[in-house]
């Protein structure tokens, strides 16, 4: 959730005026999250948060913002896209598409236990159910061929061990059961701070631009991979058993998914070191921009290949 369109007070206060959200007070921008533009827009009806999406567009984009109202419908909670008079989500407003969505309460947290995890698991698992056989739900953008072509784009930027450890890490991808793992809509970025906390209430899941179907696990391993790691950015194992058991009180994994959860981890890393990269090799110029670093993930792949049974040392048969 960045800045990179700017909108003026004036062409704001015109593309609210179909809305029931009353004059514009005030506007400021985000600069959080590498996607959409994002503005905290306060009317005299109440807060609010504006999207001009800087990719989206057309069916692609109903597809999210009815998602997004489906769900709010259905309780989970989530933003919900105020609709026009024609019943349209979306308009363009500075040349791009734009809708306007409820602000949940609260804020992210940097630092989470146990039961935030926990809490984090149930709603997951939630999401999928909630979402299972959607119609014209869209694939995942950055599954395994995303990966590949990327890696393929990337690798001549890296040094001789980033070189191998992103073989090594394309070659686990590549021995996945892909086609025999179970699928559905994943959110797909399900980080700490797309997790909004009133105190210790949850307030809100947010961002769900990147949904997709895909492997279930693939998501559960994305959220893992933020949420349960020790401050020095390593895997925590109690955080891990939280996230786990949470989600398994909605939707249990079957054996073939506890089977390739390590592998999974690494998989779901790499996706994240490699799209890291890929932006600060290349990145886009806005106001407000926010890069994040790739070291983070890549030293989270070394770690998750480290700990995956194919990778570790064999231990001498007992005699």
């Given amino acids: 959730m960045s800045v990179y369109t700017s909108v003026s007070r004036a062409e704001l206060q015109a593309w609210l005026a179909d809305l029931p959200v009353g004059p514009l007070e005030s506007s400021q921008g985000i600069s959080a999250g590498i996607e959409n533009t994002n503005y905290f827009v306060h009317t005299s009806g109440g807060r609010y948060v504006l999207t001009l999406f800087e990719a989206l567009h057309g ?5 999210y913002l009815q998602l997004q109202a489906r769900l709010a419908a259905a309780g989970f909670p989530c933003p919900c896209p105020l609709a026009f008079p024609d019943g349209s989500l979306q308009r363009p407003l500075a040349g791009k598409p734009a809708a306007l969505l ?11 236990q146990a039961a935030h995890c926990l809490r984090i698991g149930r709603e997951l698992a939630r999401f999928h159910q909630l979402c299972r056989a959607l119609p014209d739900a869209p694939a995942h953008t950055r599954g395994p061929d995303w990966r590949r ?17 992103l073989e ?8 996945l059961p892909w086609r025999d793992l179970e699928r559905g809509l994943i959110h797909a970025d399900l980080f ?7 105190g210790e209430q949850l307030g809100g899941l947010l961002d769900f631009y990147f949904a997709g179907t895909e492997v279930l696990l693939f998501d559960l391993a994305v959220t893992a991979n933020d949420w349960c790691l020790d401050p020095s950015g390593r895997p925590e194992a109690e955080l891990e058993q939280a ?3 949470g989600y398994g009180e909605i939707r249990p994994l079957s054996a073939a998914e506890r089977q390739h959860w390590p592998a999974m981890l690494a998989v779901a890393a790499l996706r994240f070191w490699l799209s890291r990269l890929e932006v600060a090799l290349a990145p886009r110029s806005g106001e407000l921009v926010t890069l994040k670093d790739p070291e983070d993930f890549r030293r989270l792949l070394a770690c998750r290949l480290a700990a995956c049974p194919a990778n570790k040392p064999r231990q001498p048969a007992a005699t």
């Fill in 59 to 63: 069916q692609a984009l109903d597809f």
């Fill in 102 to 112: 409820t602000r949940l309460p609260g804020a992210p947290r940097e630092a989470v």
């Fill in 149 to 165: 072509t990327t890696a393929a784009r990337l690798t001549s930027h890296l040094d001789p061990a980033r070189q191998q450890l």
């Fill in 168 to 175: 090594q890490a394309l070659a686990l991808d590549a021995g």
């Fill in 192 to 198: 700490r701070d797309n997790v909004l906390w009133d």
């Fill in 243 to 245: 996230l786990l058991a």
